[in-house]
């Protein structure tokens, strides 16, 4: 049996990026339905650390650049969008604290402080008065200097809930048979074809979307463009668990000012009720093929490092491997803006950080205008739950204890 359905937009890959354009096309009337192949934001979205930057890692580089610039309007944005104001309604999304911190040893004052005065800091990071101190480092038993930056936290599960709560009906499991294109009739543009219960399902869309992070890769393969490339960084991310740690939210900054801190702390909250410390950083990076066993070693001693006051003698330490799945530009230059690539009715599209969504959204929406695709005004072929299971949500990492 064949079926044939038409639509505007088909998305594939239910991460942040997927789940935040098809909230916005949606609202901006377009006929838009997902697809996802595992679980929703059960990639890099739940994996990452929520932490909604201004951009203070780039601006420690010295330069004040236009990736500068276009980070440091996201935490309004989304702050916006927190409070039910901005382009989309986030209200449900927990904020896990409303500040971030940086935390550096004392031997580095004299130099932060010729930095936190230079053009591209003024006014983005503020030095925490001791009385001030969250009461985790008021007993802090070495010197140190705490910094509070304009970035904060919010809950991955929580935001990928409330971005799918409202998407009921519009995004799908991809069958495990996966889609492949074919050249429609103008030999131009492609068309989705699925396999799936005994039945082929043709999709024809105005555009089809890919925002699939890692899996981005398969798609353009499967769609053969040619001028899309990707790249991935692998993370050997750690978390510890213990009821009654102090909940902290810290870049630890080593001795230089690399753009990775030596420690990215945040703190969360488990199935059971349990603390989670969220470790990244250089930890994470530099960590990569150590055995759980090494990384484990070597998060202790950076823990022990930072905070020599901490006791965590009863927390249950784990790690897991993940990739960040970014365009590859440049030759395999980072980028450090939102991308996409345009190939006929195929848009790749990478937000290359969370924070960084929002951008990447409206890019993708001015594109659609600029080519004059306009939503349909007529009621299409409506893809429902009988055609394709409803996709299912993912959940925190520490929840699923995934280990290397
Ligand atoms: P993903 O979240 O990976 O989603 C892609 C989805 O596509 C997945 O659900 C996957 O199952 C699905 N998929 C794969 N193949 C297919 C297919 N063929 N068809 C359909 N679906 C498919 N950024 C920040 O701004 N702040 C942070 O604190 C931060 N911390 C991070 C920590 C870590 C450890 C990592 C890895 C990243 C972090 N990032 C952070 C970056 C941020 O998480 C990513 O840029 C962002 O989540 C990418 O979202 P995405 O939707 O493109 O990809």
């Known amino acids: 049996m064949i079926l044939r359905y038409s639509t505007d937009i088909v998305i594939f890959g239910g991460g942040i990026?997927?789940?935040?354009?098809?909230?916005?096309?949606?609202?901006?009337?377009?006929?838009?339905?997902?697809?996802?192949?595992?679980s929703l934001g059960g990639g890099q979205t739940m994996a990452s650390q929520g932490i909604i930057h201004g951009g203070l890692k780039y601006a420690l580089q010295g330069a004040l650049s236009s990736a500068t610039e276009a980070i440091a309007d996201m935490p309004s944005r989304w702050r916006a969008c927190l409070d039910g104001s901005g382009e989309l309604d986030l209200r449900g999304t927990q904020i896990l604290s409303d500040h971030y911190y940086m935390w550096s040893n004392a031997s580095l004052r004299s130099r932060l402080k010729t930095f936190l005065g230079?053009?591209?800091?003024?006014?983005?990071?503020?030095?925490?008065?001791?009385?001030?101190?969250?009461?985790?480092?008021?007993?802090?038993?070495v010197s140190g200097s705490l910094y509070q930056l304009p970035d904060f936290v919010v809950d991955s599960e929580s935001l990928v809930k409330t971005l799918a709560s409202k998407q009921r009906g519009a995004a799908f499991s991809l069958p495990?048979?996966?889609?492949?294109?074919?050249?429609?009739?103008?030999?131009?543009?492609?068309?989705?074809?699925?396999?799936?219960?005994?039945?082929?399902?043709?999709?024809?869309?105005?555009?089809?979307?890919?925002?699939?992070?890692?899996?981005?890769?398969?798609?353009?393969r499967a769609a053969n463009l040619s001028n899309a490339?990707?790249?991935?960084?692998?993370?050997?991310?750690?978390?510890?668990?213990?009821?009654d740690l102090p909940k902290i939210y810290v870049h630890c900054i080593g001795d230089s000012f690399s753009l990775t801190p030596r420690l990215t702390v945040t703190s969360h909250q488990d199935a059971i009720g349990e603390t989670?410390?969220?470790?990244?950083?250089e930890i994470a990076e530099c960590g990569v093929g150590n055995t759980e066993a090494e990384q484990v070693a070597a998060a202790k001693a950076a823990i022990k490092k930072e905070f020599p006051w901490l006791d965590c003698s009863s927390a249950e330490w784990r790690c897991f491997t993940i990739n960040r799945a970014e365009a590859n530009i440049n030759n395999n230059h980072r980028p450090d803006e939102a991308f996409f690539l345009k190939d006929r009715n195929i848009l790749v599209a990478w937000p290359t950080k969370l924070t960084l969504t929002p951008a990447l959204?409206?890019?993708?929406?001015?594109?659609?205008?600029a080519d004059k695709i306009c939503p349909s005004t007529k009621d299409m072929d409506r893809i429902s739950e009988a055609d394709f299971e409803a996709a299912r949500l993912g959940d925190s990492y520490w929840n699923l204890e995934k280990s290397a």
Do not use: C
Not at 197 to 219: C, D, M, P, V
Not at 229 to 243: D, E, F, G
Not at 361 to 369: C, D, G, K, R
């Open 17 to 38: 990026a997927g789940l935040w354009v098809l909230n916005s096309l949606r609202n901006a009337g377009y006929q838009t339905v997902l697809f996802e192949k595992d």
């Open 118 to 141: 230079s053009k591209s800091l003024r006014g983005r990071v503020e030095a925490v008065a001791t009385d001030r101190y969250p009461p985790f480092f008021q007993n802090a038993t």
């Open 176 to 220: 495990e048979s996966g889609v492949s294109f074919e050249h429609s009739s103008n030999q131009e543009d492609r068309v989705a074809v699925f396999t799936h219960r005994g039945r082929k399902i043709y999709i024809r869309a105005k555009r089809f979307i890919f925002t699939a992070g890692e899996g981005n890769e398969s798609l353009i």
């Open 229 to 243: 490339k990707t790249q991935t960084r692998p993370l050997n991310m750690v978390y510890l668990k213990q009821r």
């Open 276 to 281: 989670v410390w969220y470790l990244g950083g």
């Open 361 to 369: 959204a409206e890019q993708i929406l001015q594109n659609l205008i």
